[in-house]
């Protein structure tokens, strides 16, 4: 599975495509295969993400999406350090601290 990631431009919050737009939930990520190259210049060219690049990832039987590299892990939950401050799932506390 190929997922896309990136940083919000407005906010710098970890973002992932979700097939339409991009979500702060790598749950909501989909496989993009290999239209990735594609949609990354797309969405490059429209500036609504800083840096955006494809990931290795895996859907997990209960649905849950898990990239491949411990760093993108770390960045789809938030400081390892902080738990108090990580992105809590589908949360509307996690949004409003976001937007």
């Known amino acids: 599975m190929i997922i896309l990631t990136g940083n919000d431009l407005k906010t710098g919050a970890v973002t992932w495509w979700n097939g339409a737009?991009?979500?702060l939930y790598v749950d909501d990520a989909v496989d993009v295969g290999e239209q990735a190259e594609e949609i990354l210049a797309r969405e490059e060219a429209l500036r609504r993400v800083?840096?955006?690049y494809s990931i290795q990832?895996?859907?997990?039987?209960?649905?849950?999406?898990?990239?491949?590299?411990?760093?993108?892990?770390i960045r789809?939950?938030?400081p390892t350090v902080r738990p108090d401050l990580t992105l809590k799932p589908?949360?509307?506390e996690a949004i409003d601290w976001v937007i």
């Open 21 to 23: 737009d991009w979500s």
């Open 50 to 52: 800083n840096v955006p």
């Open 57 to 73: 990832a895996t859907r997990e039987d209960d649905g849950k999406v898990r990239p491949a590299h411990i760093k993108d892990r």
């Open 76 to 78: 789809a939950l938030g």
């Open 90 to 92: 589908q949360s509307p």
